[in-house]
């Protein structure tokens, strides 16, 4: 599948899930969101997720973002929905990204893990198709863009730890309560 280079700018938004502003950024052309992520307190405006983006895919990232950000659409919609407790509704959010063939079979493995649930990074490389690759798929989740419609924070130690997070742990923790998978 190909994607123009040129052309419209990147539709964009911002949703409050959890307590935490997350960003989302797609091609308005497909709704596919191409990057995702939380606002943290060291970055507020999200601009490591632009700067990630822009150095998987800087064809696409040259695009830039639309001057204002959306207000509703399907993304938008799905991602309120979610932060309002229907936890499937980004199961319908079409994603992209630039991926290896393994890393592709583990972001297409996370999206099959679903809320509520937890795994491991072992169980997450079989479900990947290579049991014994469990540092490859822990480096996919680390080097996942679409943070949590790419359910990454689904992802937990053998020894029942949380594991790290991109966006903290804090916030890790607090999705898996808002899906039901801690208690």
Known sequence: MTHSRSGAPLAH???DIVGHPFH???TPEDGAVRAAGFATAADPGAERLIERFAQSDPGLAARGLAPAPAEG?????ALRAYAEGDTSAI???PVAQRETPFRGEVW???????????VTYTELAGRAGRPSA??????????NLVALIV????IVRTDGGLGGYLFGVEVKERL???EGALR
């Open 73 to 77: 659409g399907a993304v938008v919609d």
């Open 24 to 26: 989302a950024i797609w």
């Open 176 to 178: 898996l309560y808002h």
């Open 13 to 15: 938004a911002v949703v």
């Open 134 to 143: 469990v540092r490859a798929a822990a480096s996919g989740c680390a080097n």
């Open 108 to 118: 297409r493995a996370l999206r099959g893990v679903r809320a509520g649930e937890a």
């Open 91 to 93: 199961d319908v959010i």
């Open 151 to 154: 359910p990454c924070h689904r």
